[in-house]
């Protein structure tokens, strides 16, 4: 079992800039990659962000490449997201993941962003 705990969520205008946290207890040795998704309202819920344990790799959507970044700190049991230039399309629920061996996802209860002027 992991737990994931986001933070760092809240209200930000357009252009600002936010960094969510996912601190993860538990069997944090066996995930393989850790992410982030966002569902807005009335959407479904989609990709964002994931990296490798070993931070070599990471994915981003097309959406917000060159805006936001992904990192870990494995010392932590943390992954962060970096989120710049924020766009009222950014606003959601986004939520932390961590991927295991044998296709396990586990999820965060999620954390607000808003970006509004």
Not at 43 to 57: D, L, Y
Not at 92 to 116: E, K, L, N, P
Request: proline letters at 3%; a positive charge; aromatic letters at 10%.
């Amino acid at each position: 079992q992991v737990q994931l705990v986001e933070s760092g969520g809240g209200l930000v205008q357009p252009g600002g800039s936010l960094r969510l946290s996912c601190a993860a207890s538990g069997r944090t040795a066996s995930s393989i990659f850790m992410g982030w998704f966002r569902q807005a309202p009335g959407k479904e819920r989609e990709f964002v962000a994931r990296i490798h344990r070993s931070s070599a790799t990471t994915y981003y959507a097309d959406s917000v490449k060159g805006r936001f970044t992904i990192s870990r700190d494995n010392a932590k049991n943390t992954v962060y997201l970096q989120m710049n230039s924020l766009k009222p399309e950014d606003t959601a629920v986004y939520y932390c993941i961590a991927d295991q061996m044998g296709g396990v996802r586990y999820w965060g209860q999620g954390t607000q962003v808003t970006v509004s002027s």
